[in-house]
């Protein structure tokens, strides 16, 4: 992969074409540059309505920073998606099924060590206030929370030995997007959009997707460029309304025609400019990032438009039910973006605003709280999944469900549960993996992961082999060193990558 | 041991000391093997392999620093098969059969000719002669002191502390700088201003042409935008066109210079070093109440052209010196503007140690371009820095405590103190009434919620005290923690009580209010620190006193956390390797690390001398080292100082990478130019900006941008060498306002709290800030420059986002300059954009009269500094035809932000390239 130059030249990074022609002194003429704006011209036709055909690939741009660059080797899937529970998921109540913890119900956890909980101090063990069933061929045992996932088990692959370094939501949830518990580092998302690019030039390469109802803990910085150009930053989708702040204009104020006339002086302007300026790309790449931005006011709106979709497809993801109908939004929208080549979809359950009922932090009440939240993405998930699937998209997809950390077999204030970063449940579906299987183990009481423990690093190794990225391979030079996302750890699980 | 010249650093620059010591050891026929005429040393190779798998540090467990350790291997097994290099570890690595192929990115891959070397060595048998040892240089080069046995080594547990030699010293930025004389070139014009001299001289050697001088017209917007950040008024630059004496551009950068704009502009460069913000970050953002006073002392002392070596003594130890004014403890809290957790930092002591890296680490990168922040978990891979020394840095900031300075006489801030204490002791009795009075109440109210809770917690309730199993206990204890005056987000709501308590506690609430109300303003403060003892750290809000965290008079340690004048002072220890996730007890055998410097920079012992003015006994250690830093004797300083005028001047940098001027950073495109800079900075008695204006009156700086010719191009396609002006994109900040003094909206109204620029109320609900994010209007009150906008981590101003600003959790060396179609969104579609190009036209009808051409004419000399051409009128005057031509027929518009034809001409003005770049 050809390593973006990184000390100080960043505005120098994108030789394109033109610079091409220029190194070869011929200079960029009127004629050209006429040329890319026809071409541009053409291609901003979906705002006018002509259809979605230009939505889609590279819609001529040969300057940006994401254009898509080739993978370290074969890649398995094209595109990530991040169902991210913020909060943290109970591990015991969902799919990480301990008998013992009916057996030790209201006992003490004892002989493993110091326990330590966020809040105050520890209660005895609580078995879990669900049911557990086994589901499809693998026979895996999922909880009454999630029966509509329960009929998609045959494609997850569940890790039941995720853990983390942070009791604290904040820590744990850079960890899990960043690799560091540390703040200011780059997402998983901006990584991959900068080690790969997009396959979709008229749309954002890492889209976020919040809770309607905010955003989580630390808000963007969970998606945050870091240290990487901010270009890689995530851009956030809302859910209702225009999916990308200042998309359009403010009613009434601008209309689409006088974008045109404007954007068509503009472009005059900008080339005089270009012309007295010769050989230097981002000027050029300045002026295509203006017929993007055209073009992406009619191609965000029709990528998220779901009204477009069939009614036994919005059923599928749970849009006939209140409660379930705005997650069920994000994974239909999720599911389009990733059609079109997006590189990465991070979707949020959960918002920090009344955090104890907004996020899966079920401190005073597992039922409470879980329930809710299970009922919001049960349904959603379990029709993405399966849409993605006989849309044939699911192989070039990698989906990917965790939370901050998992919570603890133990009680807090009698029915709740407090943090637990020493066992949390992840799966992991698409991208080729073979579904059906568990992989790891926490202890007993599923306090602790046992065997095979997955840390974010080793997630996040896997995920980059999984688009084609070797971990080790994918730097950026800041503060004095190559940076990785998986730091110098990061060991790929042998059975989701086999 | 000297450097053979002609060794310069490899393209992927990590060729560290030890490696080219060894490189040079190779000469013809030294080969142990002997065999081969140009065969190389195995143990030469087999050096390269040292910083990672050696004496000090072994990855995976690997040692190669003898056939022994080869042979024993490490996770993977042996590293050879003696006699058989295909089936032996080391070679299928080295090969890259097996992965990961060895040396690791970033060193380079062996030669072909090395592997061969040692793979005829493996197969012969791997024979090394008696007791040979492959050595890294860093014990070969210094040959008079052996590692081991060293006192002034550290070894402790696995880690044995690399040995600092002179050929560390070797490395350019770590020798003082030389200064040689300008240049004499062959062209008289470069001649005048030694800058000059040494930027043309590289032009020569390289062949490249320089550009002519830059008219006057796109010299005053270019200096206007480089020093203050707004644009010129057209008379300004009528003014200075004609102005015919021959200081005129002279005297036009003295007085921008003397701008009190200035230090708005430049003082923002400052602050992204310094990783500023107004708010804690991570979870909570919470705001850092009085951090603007830092940004206001930035700004001041800029625009007071405060003494470079001034400026970084007060940052760092502005309470240690000996006269401290109210700037300089403002100053310190350029140490305590890091990201806080501010959440049970006593239970987490970690906290304290990643606060401490983040202000050595933003010290060493912002002052000395050193990254010691590497050495935190072991010695510096690539720059001579070993772990001790960074934790002799972390000693030195070891002493911190947060500490509001009164910004008022101290007797002043005492009495404010009693009174306020007075008060707040009375409304805690009344709370405590209150309390007492509500305390049946709750009593009744917690039967109600326990009958909710499932059977087996009832009875656990039920059951007498003395016959609870273990289980039953901690049920009781956690449910008795339930609050029943609370809603499902723990916020407290009011009990319910009858009519008569009712009317005590309204009684109460009436003392209080009434209480509250003859509390004394707290007078100004400044957040910074001073020296105390953390480890008594007394219980706030923020620091509850909870479980888990260390009671240090548990291990018998007797302090205060602020020792008053007269007191014993002992700094807390710092211990080696310890990082507050460990036991403390365990962590605590570690050695005590004493403060000092870099021993790259200074070897031996560190002196350090407390102070003897201090108003309070403080130690002195980030005295010492503000003092040493600010010294001119520092080879680092003045040269990581004057590249980042340079970089803001020209958009890069003579180093590219200014926060790191270590190994893996760049080497100086013109080593001599900038050690001419370092040392007439110091001679000018480290005035910034003497150093400006000396930069800005070059042909250098002068030159125009639009330029091109081929051949240079061709040679130097990025303009390292400065061929040509660089045009450079405005920063977010500088764009918002360019756009507010081009419309004559900005409002000056300079420094105190931030400002909020308006943003949807949707972004702010849904952000996780427990700080305050004011929701404003599009109007005057915000209109002010954007160095005074409040810096929230976890929200930034989306405009301030796309186009580039820093995270302001770490030390920014330079701003990324992307583009993005998001940007063009913001400028093109944004509601305050789209009003200011309203504004901008009603400014042209009001200043030019109704004629449109008069209008296009005054627009191009607002918002470009120039007239437009003929081509250019002919075509804006086409385009407002067409406009109004087009208008006739359109539905009716927002009449707030509707644009005119002459509004729209000025919104594409506003988003063209010229008016967002300085030519």
């Known amino acids: ?498 | 041991m000297r450097l053979p010249s002609r060794i310069t650093r490899s393209w992927i620059g990590v060729l560290s000391a030890w490696a080219v010591a060894a490189l040079s050891l190779l000469t013809p026929g030294s080969s142990v093997l002997g065999q081969r005429p140009q065969a190389q040393n195995v143990t030469a190779i087999l050096a390269k392999c040292q910083q990672c798998h050696g004496e000090t540090v072994q990855m995976a467990n690997l040692s190669m620093a003898s056939r022994e350790s080869l042979l024993k291997g490490g996770n993977h097994g042996a590293a050879i098969v003696p006699g058989n290099a295909a089936e032996s570890l080391l070679y299928q690595r080295i090969t890259g059969q097996v992965k990961p192929a060895m040396p690791m990115a970033p060193f380079p891959a062996l030669s072909a000719e090395e592997i061969a070397v040692v793979k005829e060595w493996i197969d012969a048998g791997a024979a090394m002669s008696g007791g040979q040892q492959v050595s890294s240089t860093a014990n070969q080069a210094g040959s008079t002191e052996k590692s081991a046995g060293d006192d002034s080594l550290l070894v402790f547990g696995s880690y044995r502390e690399r040995k600092i030699t002179d050929v560390d010293r070797q490395w350019w930025a770590f020798k003082k700088p030389v200064r040689a004389a300008a240049p004499r070139v062959a062209d008289e014009r470069w001649n005048k201003n030694p800058v000059d001299g040494f930027v043309r001289a590289k032009q020569e050697e390289k062949g490249l042409s320089a550009a002519p001088a830059a008219d006057r017209r796109t010299l005053i917007r270019r200096a206007y935008l480089d020093l203050v950040g707004l644009l010129p008024t057209p008379a300004e630059v009528d003014a200075f066109v004609k102005d015919s004496s021959p200081r005129a551009y002279e005297n036009l950068v003295d007085k921008l210079l003397a701008s009190p704009h200035y230090g708005e502009r430049w003082g923002r460069m400052w602050l992204d070093v310094a990783r500023y913000s107004d708010g804690t970050g991570y979870e909570y953002d919470y705001d850092l109440e009085e951090a603007w006073r830092y940004r206001d002392y930035v700004i001041k002392a800029f625009n007071q052209d405060k003494p470079y070596n001034q400026f970084i003594v007060e940052q760092l130890a502005g309470d240690e010196i000996d006269k401290p004014t109210f700037d300089s403890v403002t100053a310190t809290g350029f140490v305590r503007l890091g990201a806080r957790v501010f959440d049970r930092d006593l239970e987490n002591p970690n906290y304290r140690f990643d606060y401490m890296d983040d202000m050595a680490r933003t010290t060493l990168q912002g002052f000395q371009a050193l990254t010691v922040n590497c050495a935190r978990c072991h010695d510096h891979k690539f720059d001579p820095i070993t772990r001790k020394d960074y934790y002799k840095t972390l000693a030195i900031f070891n002493t911190f405590v947060e500490h509001d300075h009164p910004l008022v006489p101290a007797d002043e801030f005492t009495r404010y103190e009693k009174t306020a204490n007075d008060i707040n002791a009375k409304i805690k009795a009344i709370n405590q009434k209150t309390t007492a009075l509500e305390a049946p109440y709750k009593k009744e109210l917690f039967k109600v919620t326990l009958a909710k809770f499932p059977l087996d917690i009832q009875e656990a309730f039920n059951t007498p005290e003395e016959k609870r199993t273990p289980g039953q206990k901690l049920l009781v204890a956690q449910v008795s923690t339930v609050r029943v005056s609370e809603d499902d987000n723990e916020r407290p709501t009011k009990i319910k009580v009858n009519d008569a308590d009712e009317r005590t506690r309204k009684d109460f609430e009436g003392q209080i209010d009434a209480l509250k109300k003859q509390l004394p303003k707290r007078p100004p403060v400044a957040m910074g620190i001073r020296d105390g003892d953390f480890r008594f750290t007394p219980h706030t809000p923020f620091q509850p006193g909870t479980t888990g965290g260390i009671t240090y008079e548990n291990f018998g340690f007797k302090g205060k956390y602020l020792p008053s004048p007269g007191d014993q002072y002992e700094p807390p220890p710092m211990y080696f390797a310890s990082t507050g996730l460990g036991d403390f007890a365990d962590e605590m055998q570690a050695p005590v690390i004493e403060p000092g410097f870099l021993t790259v920079l200074a070897p031996g012992k560190t002196a350090i001398n407390r102070p003897v003015n201090a108003p309070y006994p403080t130690s002195g250690r980030r005295r010492a080292l503000a003092e040493f830093i600010a010294s001119p004797d520092n080879p680092l300083t003045a040269r990581v100082m004057v590249n980042r005028i340079w970089y803001q001047h020209f958009g890069q940098g003579i180093v590219t990478t200014p926060n790191n001027f270590g190994k893996m950073g760049t080497q100086p495109s013109n080593p001599e130019l900038l050690d001419w800079l370092a040392t007439e900075f110091v001679q000018q008695g480290w005035s910034i900006k003497q150093m400006q204006r000396l930069i800005m009156n070059s042909e250098t700086y002068k030159m125009a941008s639009a330029y091109y010719q081929a051949d240079s191009l061709a040679k130097d396609p990025t303009d390292q060498f400065l061929w040509r002006f660089p045009v450079k994109r405005l920063e977010a900040e500088i764009i918002r306002d360019a756009v507010l003094s081009a419309s004559g909206d900005l409002n000056l109204e300079a420094g105190g709290p931030g400002f909020f620029p308006p943003v949807p109320k949707s972004i702010v609900t849904g952000a996780s800030i427990r700080g305050t994010w004011l929701l404003t209007k599009d109007d005057p009150s915000t209109w002010r420059r954007s160095v005074y906008a409040n810096v929230k981590r976890n929200l930034k101003y989306p405009m301030f986002e796309v186009f580039d600003q820093p995270n302001a959790s770490l030390s920014c060396e330079r701003r990324d300059v992307t583009t993005v179609a998001t940007q063009a969104l913001t400028l093109f579609n944004n509601e305050t954009f789209l009003r200011q190009a309203q504004h901008l036209a009603a400014r042209l009808q009001r200043e030019a009269g109704s004629a449109a051409a008069e209008q296009v004419k005054l627009l191009y000399r607002i918002t470009f500094s120039r007239e437009a051409s003929a081509r250019e009128l002919q075509q804006a005057l086409e385009f407002l035809k067409n406009r109004a031509a087009a208008a006739t027929g359109s539905s009716a518009q927002n009449a707030e932000l509707g644009l005119s034809p002459m509004g729209e001409l000025a919104h594409v003005v506003l988003n063209s390239n010229e008016f967002v770049y300085i030519n």
């Not at chain 1, 704006?37 to 705002?47: H, S, T, V, Y």
């Not at chain 1, 026979?139 to 999630?146: A, I, R």
């Open chain 1, 1 to 498: 992969m050809t390593k973006p130059e990184c000390n100080g030249k960043s505005q120098r990074r994108f030789i394109s074409r033109r610079d091409l022609l220029h190194q070869a002194g011929e200079g960029i003429g009127g004629l050209a540059l006429a040329m890319l704006l026809g071409q541009d011209r053409l291609l901003a036709a979906p705002a006018e309505g002509a259809g979605k055909q230009a939505c889609v690939g590279s819609a001529g741009v040969t300057d940006s920073p994401f254009l898509p660059k080739p993978p370290h080797f074969r890649a398995r899937a094209k595109s990530v998606i991040s169902l991210f529970m913020c909060g943290g998921v109970s591990q015991v109540d969902t799919f990480d099924y301990k008998p013992m913890l009916e057996k030790f119900h209201g006992k003490l956890l004892e002989g493993k060590g110091e326990v330590t909980v966020r809040q105050g101090y520890p209660g005895p063990l609580m078995k879990s206030p669900y049911q557990f069933k086994q589901y499809g061929k693998s026979g895996k045992w999922v909880s009454d929370l999630f029966p509509n996932v329960g009929g998609v088990v045959d494609e997850l692959a569940f890790i039941h030995s995720a853990q983390g370094r942070s009791v604290d939501h904040t820590l744990s949830s850079y960890e899990w997007n960043t690799g560091s518990i540390i703040a200011g580092f780059p997402s998983v998302g901006s990584w991959v959009t900068y080690g790969l690019g997009s396959e979709n030039q008229s749309l954002p390469a890492f889209v976020v997707i919040p809770d309607p109802r905010g955003g989580p803990f630390t808000g963007a910085s969970q998606w945050s460029s870091g240290f990487l150009p901010a270009a890689y930053q995530g851009t956030i989708f809302r859910a209702a309304g225009d999916p990308i702040l200042d998309l359009h204009p403010p009613d009434g104020s601008l209309s689409l025609e006088q974008q045109r006339a404007e954007l068509d002086h503009l472009a005059r302007m900008n080339q005089n400019y270009v012309e007295a300026h010769p050989g230097i790309s981002e000027l050029t790449a300045r002026i295509s990032s203006y017929e993007l931005a055209y073009r992406m006011q009619g191609c965000a709106p029709e990528a998220v438009d779901i009204d477009s979709e069939s009614d036994e497809t919005k059923r599928m993801y749970g849009l006939d039910n209140k409660i379930s109908e705005p997650f069920g939004r994000q994974c239909i929208m999720a599911r389009r973006l990733v059609e079109r080549g997006v590189r990465v979809v991070q979707l949020w359950n959960g918002a920090v605003v009344n955090q104890n009922v907004d996020t899966w932090d079920a401190h005073n009440n597992i039922v409470d709280n879980h329930g809710r939240h299970a009922m919001e993405v049960d349904k959603p998930i379990a029709g993405l999944i399966t849409d993605l699937k006989r849309r044939g998209l699911l192989d070039e997809t990698l989906v990917a469900w965790h939370s901050e950390f998992g919570r603890m077999p133990l009680s807090q204030k009698g029915v709740g549960r407090d943090h637990n970063p020493g066992a949390m449940t992840v799966w992991m579906a698409g991208a080729g993996i073979k579904g059906g299987q568990t992989i790891g183990a926490s202890d007993e009481f599923g306090w602790k992961a046992e065997q095979q423990i997955v840390t974010a690093h080793d997630l996040h190794a896997t995920m980059l082999h999984l688009i084609g990225v070797d971990h080790k391979r994918l730097t950026y030079h800041y503060s004095g060193r190559n940076m990785r996302l998986t730091d110098v750890a990061g060991e790929l699980i042998p059975q989701i990558v086999g």
